[in-house]
């Protein structure tokens, strides 16, 4: 139905950025929402980023002034733009998207395999 391959995770020092990048492939005919949740040790899943089709966005307070997120419809890619980069970023990160299927209006959640962001000296 939906494949998403997210890419660009990686080990950076405080202060750094970090580009990451989910593509989406399948059979689904619009997608709806696209996003970044992640996931640090010991703490629960949490959404960093999220955008509508409209161009609409949403961040964590956490990450707000330090992190855009932005979606290319035609390649159905979102990007996750990461810079000041502070250890609590640790985490392994989550591609999501919500796709429409079918012309009945059918629609489904996917997650990616997930990246793993790591930001230490």
């Known amino acids: 139905q939906v494949q998403l391959v997210e890419s660009g995770g990686g080990l950076v020092q405080p202060g750094g950025s970090l580009r990451l990048s989910c593509a989406a492939s399948?059979?689904?005919?619009?997608?709806?929402?696209m996003g970044w949740y992640r996931q640090a040790p010991g703490k629960q899943r949490e959404l960093v980023a999220g955008?509508?089709?409209?161009?609409?966005?949403n961040y964590a307070d956490s990450v707000k002034g330090r992190f855009t997120v932005s979606r290319d419809n035609a390649k159905n890619t979102v990007y996750l733009q990461m810079n000041s980069l502070k250890p609590e970023d640790t985490a392994v990160y989550y591609c999501?998207?919500?796709?429409?299927?079918?012309?009945?209006?059918?629609?489904?959640?996917?997650w990616g395999q997930g990246t793993q962001v790591t930001v230490s000296s």
């Open positions: 999501n998207t919500v796709a429409q299927l079918n012309s009945l209006g059918h629609s489904v959640s996917s």
């Open positions: 399948g059979s689904f005919f619009s997608i709806y929402t």
């Open positions: 955008i509508s089709s409209g161009g609409n966005t």
